[in-house]
């Protein structure tokens, strides 16, 4: 149970973004807001130690995950309510996403103390930009399911979406992860981004069949960021060729075919409704 506030002003909860590869990404802000809060929460305090030392941050840090999350939240808020401020950092990129922040973000909103979001990098925005596919209507997925039936599942829905979907997946998994993808949808576009911001980075563009037969042939390394582009918007049927019709028509004519007939034949030959083609023929 949260403790009854103490102090009329409570503390404020930060979300900072850290650099996806390149420190040189950190913001000035995000590393004045870290050096100046009471507590900084991190995904994992070994790496945030290399980011801390880096900036040369004080700040002192304890570790907050997805498998401590619940139980941490309480004495978490109840310092808050104190009147101390905290920020909560991931490994790389923005809290949150595919990763812990929001449970405790929903609980200070319910609690009153104020959330502030500094803006900074995101691998999955950084990929879509990248990838050149329309962002307007776009899906984020992140992770998906590992189990296999699951992930199929997953995958046979993800199929029927629109627009561009971004999903993130692990290096050991990716390959495995692309051949599914291939097998629903082959030639779906897909642009996959690996090390982003860093010195090897990678990108990986084409069909989902023809990405999937070269990364079978490589040995995935880093974190991946993967952007199945937008499905085709359906064409526009075209009317029927009346001209052609009268042409076609006036031949059957010549072989004694009836309207009907005529109009099953190019129904056929076309791949055109038979109802239409009839009702025009009948007028001509």
Same mark, same amino acid.
């Given at each position: 149970?949260?403790?009854?506030?103490?102090?009329?002003?409570?503390?404020?909860?930060?979300?900072?973004?850290?650099?996806?590869?390149?420190?040189?990404?950190?913001?000035?802000?995000?590393?004045?807001?870290?050096?100046?809060?009471?507590?900084?929460?991190?995904?994992?305090?070994?790496?945030?130690?290399?980011?801390?030392?880096?900036?040369?941050?004080?700040?002192?840090?304890?570790?907050?995950?997805?498998?401590?999350?619940?139980?941490?939240?309480?004495?978490?808020?109840?310092?808050?309510?104190?009147?101390?401020?905290?920020?909560?950092?991931?490994?790389?990129?923005?809290?949150?996403?595919?990763?812990?922040?929001?449970?405790?973000?929903?609980?200070?909103?319910?609690?009153?103390?104020?959330?502030?979001?500094?803006?900074?990098?995101?691998?999955?925005?950084?990929?879509?930009?990248?990838?050149?596919?329309?962002?307007?209507?776009? #899906? !984020?997925?992140?992770?998906?399911?590992? &189990?296999?039936? /699951?992930?199929? $599942? =997953? %995958?046979?829905?993800?199929?029927?979406? +629109?627009?561009?979907?971004?999903?993130?997946?692990?290096?050991?998994?990716?390959?495995?992860?692309?051949?599914?993808?291939?097998?629903?949808?082959?030639?779906?576009?897909?642009?996959?981004?690996?090390?982003?911001?860093? #010195? !090897?980075?990678?990108?990986?563009?084409? &069909?989902?069949? /023809?990405?999937? $037969? =070269? %990364?079978?042939?490589?040995?995935?390394? +880093?974190?991946?960021?993967?952007?199945?582009?937008?499905?085709?918007?359906?064409?526009?049927?075209?009317?029927?060729?009346?001209?052609?019709?009268?042409?076609?028509?006036?031949?059957?004519?010549?072989?004694?075919?009836?309207?009907?007939?005529?109009?099953?034949?190019?129904?056929?030959?076309?791949?055109?409704?038979?109802?239409?083609?009839?009702?025009?023929?009948?007028?001509?």
């Amino acid at each position: 149970m949260f403790k009854e506030r103490n102090n009329s002003n409570p503390g404020t909860l930060y979300l900072i973004p850290t650099p996806i590869g390149n420190l040189g990404d950190m913001t000035l802000r995000a590393i004045e807001t870290m050096r100046s809060v009471d507590l900084l929460l991190t995904e994992d305090t070994r790496n945030t130690q290399k980011l801390l030392n880096h900036f040369d941050i004080k700040t002192p840090s304890r570790s907050y995950h997805k498998f401590s999350e619940r139980k941490d939240i309480e004495p978490i808020l109840n310092m808050l309510l104190d009147g101390k401020s905290i920020a909560l950092i991931s490994d790389a990129g923005m809290p949150g996403i595919s990763d812990p922040g929001m449970m405790l973000v929903t609980c200070c909103h319910d609690e009153g103390i104020p959330v502030r979001v500094l803006p900074g990098p995101s691998a999955g925005i950084t990929a879509l930009v990248s990838s050149g596919f329309k962002i307007e209507g776009h #899906l !984020f997925v992140g992770f998906l399911p590992r &189990k296999a039936k /699951e992930l199929d $599942e =997953k %995958i046979r829905e993800l199929a029927g979406f +629109g627009g561009a979907i971004i999903i993130y997946e692990a290096p050991h998994r990716v390959r495995e992860l692309v051949s599914k993808l291939a097998e629903v949808m082959p030639d779906r576009k897909i642009h996959i981004a690996r090390e982003m911001s860093k #010195l !090897f980075e990678e990108h990986i563009r084409g &069909k989902i069949s /023809e990405v999937s $037969e =070269k %990364i079978s042939k490589i040995e995935p390394r +880093g974190e991946y960021a993967i952007i199945l582009g937008q499905l085709p918007a359906p064409q526009k049927r075209q009317e029927l060729d009346k001209i052609k019709l009268r042409d076609f028509r006036r031949k059957c004519i010549e072989f004694g075919l009836s309207v009907k007939d005529s109009a099953a034949l190019y129904s056929i030959a076309t791949g055109e409704k038979r109802s239409e083609i009839y009702k025009i023929m009948s007028r001509e």
